[in-house]
């Protein structure tokens, strides 16, 4: 018998399977951060932020968000579209993505919008594979650019527009500037509230940087304030004294508090 697929908007009892993003009762630094995010997605809610749920007979089998562009903390840039920041499916191969992607047009038509845009990756990983949009009627509409050091990990704006005169949306451009002071390690934190490792992270951030007292200068950028995001264009990033240290997953405490003691004795 076939599975029975439906999608609804989150409801109260979806929001730790959502917060938490998929990791329930794993770990009380992921709960915390499910409260902090959800928090903010109640706020972002009345911007026309929406998060639709996918069931699987019944039990939670994935979440797709929708955000305003103007409002997206992750990019890209752009005007009258909504962004698909994050899709997850826990459940391969029942079609769980392709309903969630049709709900998220849905409810971009609904609000008067002129098309869906996310960022899609051409990597080996799980996370938002621009060859599952590029299946499923997203076409390219930025050149990738190379991210990172890995040539195989790179990233492109794709959308699927409803209407052909729609100004194009474009990636956000780091622009990151250092400036060190005297007989401290500074650690410039960008960070965001609706990308579960980002929220960690800082927060990892936070309470190693306090650890090192008055050696250390802690300057925090959150893209959730409009300004910030446009002024830096960088969703997600730690530097310390101007170099970027990254995992990919949240940053561990021990090589934070490692890149800082480097700081120290440099």
Not at 172 to 183: Q, S, T, V
Request: glycine fraction near 8%.
């Amino acid at each position: 018998m076939k599975p029975l697929i439906e999608i609804h908007d989150m409801e109260a009892s979806d929001e730790y399977f959502v917060g938490t993003c998929t990791h329930t009762h794993e770990s009380e630094e992921i709960d915390l951060s499910a409260s902090r995010r959800l928090a903010w997605l109640r706020v972002m809610y009345e911007k026309g932020s929406r998060v639709m749920v996918a069931t699987l007979d019944g039990k939670q089998a994935g979440f797709l968000h929708v955000i305003p562009i103007e409002f997206s903390p992750w990019g890209p840039l752009g005007r009258d579209l909504l962004v698909i920041p994050c899709l997850c499916s826990v459940n391969k191969g029942h079609g769980v993505g392709k309903l969630l992607l049709a709900a998220a047009e849905q409810e971009a038509r609904h609000q008067g919008r002129k098309g869906i845009v996310t960022i899609g990756y051409y990597h080996d990983f799980w996370y938002m594979p621009a060859s599952f949009f590029e299946a499923n009627g997203f076409f390219k509409c930025e050149r990738p650019r190379q991210e990172r050091s890995s040539a195989k990990n790179t990233a492109a704006v794709l959308w699927r527009v409803f209407d052909e005169h729609t100004e194009a949306p474009v990636l956000l451009k780091p622009k990151y500037e250092f400036k060190p002071i005297r007989r401290k390690v500074v650690i410039d934190l960008f960070w965001n509230a609706f990308c579960q490792t980002s929220n960690i992270e800082a927060q990892r951030v936070r309470e190693v940087a306090a650890e090192f007292g008055d050696s250390v200068a802690l300057n925090e950028y959150c893209a959730d304030d409009r300004l910030v995001l446009l002024r830096n264009q960088i969703p997600r990033g730690i530097f310390i004294d101007g170099h970027e240290i990254y995992w990919g997953y949240e940053a561990p405490k021990d090589g934070i508090r490692q890149a800082i003691a480097q700081g120290l004795r440099e």
